[in-house]
């Protein structure tokens, strides 16, 4: 099956016992058994249930991956990685990464005495000399958010592999639809799916693909001692929006393109991040690694917090909040929404400066967001 077959169809066959087309929300907590250890393949939902297998499966076949675990949230499913860390393991991150990951490393894994390397991964000789005896992970965020920087999976998957260290990617920007990470070589994906997965900024979620079974049993154990899972519903939801990602992040990209090439060419506008432009640093890589370049659009207006507020006050079909990957466009001041956890040093070390605005780019009518850019730029 191709891509939008498999969003339609994979782990959403006709429900057995009544015939549903579509996958039914099983809601309930228990599962009534024949006798001891005698059921249908469910005993309790934190476990499993049959509208989240649906999911699972379906996720799993977009990711080209053998396993799928959904989440309660996008750093649900970022923990259940990290705890499969022990104390005195070594990890590699970027040090442009999402703010909340950057605080789950600090407040949470690190104080257990998992010790993480902070560095450029545009310089694949920085991340070849971090590598240590205790290396067990390298963590990938591309693009990054918001800067929007592209880094090679497949070059430091391969450095990784040499180094016995796991590769996870996570690819809530990019999407399956558009970037592919385990056949370039990662081990394990991770989605915020609130995102674009959903699609429609009503849930959030969060999701884990792996192809390794010991793997995929690691973190399963993680998932079933923890119990951050999503509701039957939220699964359900989330089926639903997945449907249709791919007509959706066509649109979203072609809607991208139009900002990106405004904002190019705009007075207001000191500089543009979109991979998809030939300016953009990561534009190669991206090429080779991604089938399209995603519906983020940064960029940075002339002047500091003052003009960027006067900016989102004047905005009418883009709306001033936190998160993206929704068919509705949305923008966000990233130094102190997304990036608050981070120190105000690195903050500007890693281009979050303070007339940084990040655009997600919705899927209305691109007239009708240029005009909302031009009148919120005047």
Same mark, same amino acid.
């Given at each position: 099956?191709?891509?939008?077959?498999?969003?339609?169809?994979?782990?959403?066959?006709?429900?057995?016992?009544?015939?549903?087309?579509?996958?039914?929300?099983?809601?309930?907590?228990?599962?009534?058994?024949?006798?001891?250890?005698? =059921?249908?393949?469910?005993?309790?939902?934190?476990?499993?249930?049959?509208?989240?297998?649906?999911?699972?499966?379906?996720?799993?076949?977009?990711?080209?991956?053998? =396993?799928?675990?959904?989440?309660?949230?996008?750093?649900?499913?970022?923990?259940?990685?990290?705890?499969?860390?022990?104390?005195?393991?070594?990890?590699?991150?970027?040090?442009?990464?999402?703010?909340?990951?950057?605080?789950?490393?600090?407040?949470?894994?690190?104080?257990?005495?998992?010790?993480?390397?902070?560095?450029?991964?545009?310089?694949?000789?920085?991340?070849?000399?971090?590598?240590?005896?205790?290396?067990?992970?390298?963590?990938?965020?591309?693009?990054?958010?918001?800067?929007?920087?592209?880094?090679?999976?497949?070059?430091?998957?391969?450095?990784?592999?040499?180094?016995?260290?796991?590769?996870?990617?996570?690819?809530?920007?990019?999407?399956?639809?558009?970037?592919?990470?385990?056949?370039?070589?990662?081990?394990?994906?991770?989605?915020?799916?609130?995102?674009?997965?959903?699609?429609?900024?009503?849930?959030?979620?969060?999701?884990?693909?792996?192809?390794?079974?010991?793997?995929?049993?690691?973190?399963?154990?993680?998932?079933?001692?923890?119990?951050?899972?999503?509701?039957?519903?939220?699964?359900?939801?989330?089926?639903?929006?997945?449907?249709?990602?791919?007509?959706?992040?066509?649109?979203?990209?072609?809607?991208?393109?139009?900002?990106?090439?405004?904002?190019?060419?705009?007075?207001?506008?000191?500089?543009?991040?979109?991979?998809?432009?030939?300016?953009?640093?990561?534009?190669?890589?991206?090429?080779?690694?991604?089938?399209?370049?995603?519906?983020?659009?940064?960029?940075?207006?002339?002047?500091?917090?003052?003009?960027?507020?006067?900016?989102?006050?004047?905005?009418?079909?883009?709306?001033?909040?936190?998160?993206?990957?929704?068919?509705?466009?949305?923008?966000?001041?990233?130094?102190?929404?997304?990036?608050?956890?981070?120190?105000?040093?690195?903050?500007?070390?890693?281009?979050?400066?303070?007339?940084?605005?990040?655009?997600?780019?919705?899927?209305?009518?691109?007239?009708?967001?240029?005009?909302?850019?031009?009148?919120?730029?005047?």
């Amino acid at each position: 099956m191709k891509f939008e077959t498999k969003a339609i169809w994979v782990g959403q066959e006709a429900d057995k016992a009544t015939g549903a087309t579509i996958v039914p929300i099983y809601q309930t907590s228990t599962y009534t058994q024949e006798e001891v250890n005698k =059921h249908k393949g469910y005993e309790y939902s934190r476990v499993g249930n049959p509208t989240r297998t649906a999911l699972d499966t379906c996720l799993a076949s977009l990711e080209e991956g053998n =396993h799928g675990l959904s989440f309660a949230s996008g750093l649900a499913a970022e923990h259940a990685i990290m705890a499969i860390l022990r104390p005195g393991d070594h990890v590699i991150v970027p040090e442009d990464m999402y703010g909340g990951t950057y605080r789950l490393i600090k407040e949470i894994i690190e104080p257990m005495n998992v010790d993480f390397t902070f560095t450029d991964f545009t310089d694949l000789g920085k991340i070849e000399r971090s590598f240590r005896p205790s290396t067990k992970m390298v963590w990938i965020e591309t693009p990054t958010n918001p800067i929007l920087k592209i880094f090679d999976i497949k070059a430091i998957s391969e450095m990784s592999h040499k180094c016995n260290a796991l590769v996870v990617v996570d690819n809530t920007f990019a999407t399956p639809y558009f970037q592919k990470p385990l056949l370039l070589g990662a081990d394990i994906v991770v989605h915020s799916t609130t995102k674009y997965i959903n699609g429609h900024s009503d849930l959030i979620g969060g999701a884990v693909i792996v192809n390794d079974d010991t793997l995929y049993h690691r973190i399963l154990l993680v998932q079933k001692s923890v119990g951050a899972i999503p509701s039957p519903f939220d699964s359900w939801l989330t089926l639903r929006g997945v449907k249709t990602l791919a007509v959706r992040m066509r649109q979203h990209e072609e809607n991208a393109f139009e900002v990106a090439r405004f904002l190019l060419g705009h007075p207001k506008a000191e500089a543009v991040f979109f991979p998809g432009l030939e300016t953009h640093p990561g534009h190669e890589i991206a090429k080779k690694q991604m089938t399209g370049f995603g519906g983020i659009v940064s960029f940075r207006i002339k002047g500091g917090l003052a003009e960027a507020n006067t900016f989102f006050k004047k905005l009418k079909v883009f709306q001033l909040a936190d998160s993206l990957g929704g068919i509705e466009s949305l923008a966000n001041y990233s130094a102190l929404m997304t990036h608050e956890a981070f120190p105000a040093e690195l903050r500007k070390k890693i281009g979050v400066t303070d007339n940084l605005i990040r655009l997600s780019i919705g899927i209305e009518n691109i007239e009708d967001l240029i005009e909302d850019l031009k009148n919120a730029l005047i």
